[in-house]
């Protein structure tokens, strides 16, 4: 069974540049993208899939600043793998004063 990674902030930067070491140290891997632009998201999958024809590269929407977009993003990837063997988090967030950190946390780590 193909390695599930996750990389978020993979359209540019770090984060594009980390996807490109990880496809050519292991091909056989599957590379989910998370990115908040659907349209820059998909360009760096083109990009990498000519790079690596035979890589298996997808992506999913999210804003990590946004908890909405957070809880929706962790629900489509639920559905769509079993499970994630390792996740990157590259993209940087912004303090939100609306956001409730401790309720985030609470809410991540509690059954």
Known sequence: MR??????????????????????EDAALHLCL?????????????????????????????????????LRAARELRRRFQRLDYVYLNAGIMPSPHLNLRALLSSLFSR
């Open 34 to 70: 998370a990115c908040r632009n659907r349209g820059r998201a998909e360009a760096t999958r083109a990009a990498l899939l000519a790079a690596r024809p035979s890589a298996q590269v997808s992506t999913v929407q999210v804003d990590v600043s946004d908890l909405h977009s957070v």
């Open 3 to 24: 390695k599930v990674v996750l990389v978020t902030g993979a359209s540019s930067g770090v984060g594009q540049a980390l996807c490109q070491r990880l496809l050519a």
